[in-house]
């Protein structure tokens, strides 16, 4: 497991952000507001890694849909435009980290234009650690039940293309409506960047953000 300190726009997260809790966002960005962020944990990120096995499934998926049986049950257009999602999806991927957990760590750190603490899995024996890490306290929580980095990162690329794995025999159905999760999948710079846009944020967070009232 690598410890690492990220540009935030080498960051994906994961579908659209909403900011859920806008106290913790309050507490986090005043502590990197007063430079003391060394007291929090890193957040947990990957990378897509093997990608040709993860394409492979997705296209004998994606054949599978195909049988006139099941491409009749899916909304035109569904089939055609999924494919050319994922082709897009991986090209986003392939040389940003995955966010896996720390949304508003990761948002505070770009408000205060700071790079992002990060702890990178690379393998499964770095996921047991994460969650021993949780139990004993070196971390806030890791709310993944897969067990294996495969299964998460496929995972994290089937949230993003709106797919849902049936585990039982590794196949997938697509969820309501013909377009996926694409268009919302941003780094964290990018992100914060809709935030100021929007001002889904406080004032004073934007003020700083911009730079104004130095």
């Known amino acids: 497991m690598k410890k690492l300190s990220l540009n935030p726009n080498r960051i994906i997260m994961p579908g659209e952000y909403d900011i859920g809790n806008m106290p913790i966002l309050k507490i986090y960005d005043r502590i990197y507001s007063r430079r003391k962020e060394i007291v ?13 096995e993860i394409k492979q499934w997705l296209e004998k998926m994606y054949q599978h849909w195909e049988r006139p049986v099941l491409f009749s049950n899916l909304t035109l257009g569904t089939l055609e ?4 999602d994922y082709e897009q999806l991986f090209e986003k991927l392939a040389s940003a980290y995955l966010l896996l957990d720390g949304n508003h760590r990761s948002i505070s750190a770009c408000l205060n234009h700071r790079k992002v603490s990060a702890l990178e899995v690379n393998c499964d024996k770095d996921l047991e650690e994460i969650r021993r890490m949780v139990e004993c306290g070196e971390l806030f929580n890791f709310n993944r039940e897969e067990t294996s980095l495969h299964n998460l990162r496929r995972e ?4 993003c ?3 849902n794995i049936r ?15 694409l268009k919302y999948i941003k780094t964290v710079e990018e992100r914060v960047q809709e935030l100021v846009e929007n001002k889904d944020i406080p004032d004073y967070m934007i003020a700083k953000y911009l730079g104004e009232g130095k």
Do not use: N
Request: net charge negative; hydrophobic share 30%.
């Open 40 to 52: 929090l944990p890193p957040v947990i990120v990957t990378t897509l890694g093997d990608t040709e």
């Open 81 to 84: 435009g999924r494919r050319k």
């Open 156 to 159: 994290f690329v089937a949230y």
């Open 161 to 163: 293309l709106s797919l």
């Open 167 to 181: 585990e039982s025999d590794d196949s997938f159905t697509f969820c309501d409506g013909k377009e996926s999760q």
